[in-house]
């Protein structure tokens, strides 16, 4: 497809990811060949039923060029979020980069919660008890692993 735009001008490295369970940050770079006054906005649509909203944090960089966003009470569903950046300029056409995301690949869970460990004396050996990290999508607490490295005996 054919954008309009200067070649180059659209943002780079586009990377978000969702930790204590409801927050995201999405970060990029600004085009190589974009001009100095570029600016950029990210709108994001989660569901497909809801509205796309523009960010309402900007992360900002020393020229006060937005290059990322941090959002709040964000929900994880099982469908794809969609994210536009397109940006502006005095002088020229910015190109737009688009992505869909899985937000549920992108959240990056807590550590298991209340890890106990007892031991007896005799050779009866320890148990380990824990509960699952905390996440938004409750629903999928059956398809945790664990690994438990021993370091110590």
């Given at each position: ?80 979020a969609y994210f536009l950046v397109n940006g502006s300029s005095k002088d020229s056409l910015i190109q737009f980069y688009d992505e ?54």
């Open positions: 497809p054919v954008f309009a735009g200067v070649n180059g001008s659209a943002i780079e490295n586009f990377s978000c990811v969702i930790y204590n369970i409801s927050l995201m940050n999405c970060t990029w770079q600004a085009g190589r060949n974009a001009p100095r006054d570029a600016q950029y906005f990210l709108y994001w649509q989660n569901f497909i039923y809801d509205d796309a909203l523009e960010c309402e944090l900007y992360i900002k960089d020393e020229n006060g060029r937005n290059v990322g966003c941090r959002f709040q009470n964000v929900s994880i569903g099982d469908g794809e869909y995301v899985q937000l549920y690949e992108i959240e990056i869970l807590t550590p298991p919660l209340n890890v106990t460990v007892s031991c007896t004396r005799d050779s009866a050996g320890c148990i380990i008890t824990w509960q699952p990290p905390l996440t938004s999508r409750m629903e999928i607490l059956h398809c945790f692993q664990y690994e438990i490295s021993v370091r110590n005996k």
